[in-house]
């Protein structure tokens, strides 16, 4: 949530943000993190259309984006914490 804070403050360098966790993680896997935080289903149908041109397969760097920002709370734990304000 402190990345999201940051984000929002107006006070970054040049308007941009690298907040990297290290720990990459692919969309299916976000996706079953949000079902197992929210205990609902999302409505996704995996491979529904072709593989576009552009399509991201592997984590990117930004070049020169060197950033000290480190998580200081597990994203399974943030999302909880985000789903319960806004639906409790």
Do not use: H, N
């Amino acid at each position: 949530m402190a990345a999201f804070t940051l984000a929002g403050s107006g006070e970054l360098d040049g308007g941009r943000l690298v907040a990297r966790s290290g720990r990459p993680l692919t969309v299916r896997d976000l996706a079953a993190l949000i079902e197992r935080v929210t205990r609902r289903p999302l409505d996704v149908a995996w491979s529904a259309r072709p593989d576009r041109p552009r399509e991201m397969y592997a984590d990117w760097a930004v070049a020169g984006a060197a950033t000290s920002w480190r998580p200081r709370t597990e994203l399974a734990d943030g999302l909880d914490a985000l789903w319960r304000a806004e639906f409790s």
